[in-house]
Nanobody, 116 residues
């Protein structure tokens, strides 16, 4: 099973984007979902996470601007990004962890570019 992030693109500063993450198959026992990003020349960093108990966590740099959510029926995880800044430019990856398989699932990222 692989994850696929989509919804990235080029946007001006102050704009919004909504990223989506879908799985190629069914993942059982998901207990944790997250979005990460990696800017050019930098390490991958956690942007936002969501547990099945609806506990969220956000990087300080995005708190108040980004919102992580999920659609259980569709098995989709979203990242709503508002008030985007040039420093948000990065490749964004979604991640899911399963307690059944004890595996982390990753997929290809989606590029987000914010122009000033």
């Amino acid at each position: 099973v692989q994850l696929q992030a989509s919804g990235g693109g080029l946007v001006q500063a102050g704009g919004s984007l909504r990223l989506s993450c879908t799985a190629s198959g069914k993942i059982f026992g998901i207990d944790y979902m997250a979005w990460y990003r990696q800017a050019h020349g930098k390490q991958r960093e956690l942007v936002a996470s969501l547990t099945m108990g609806d506990r969220t966590n956000y990087a300080k740099s995005v708190k108040g601007r980004f919102t992580i959510s999920r659609d259980n029926a569709k098995g989709t995880v979203f990242l709503q990004m508002n008030s985007l800044k040039p420093e948000d430019t990065a490749v964004y990856y979604c991640n899911e962890h399963s307690t059944d398989t004890q595996m982390d699932y990753w997929g290809k990222g989606t590029q987000v570019t914010v122009s000033s």
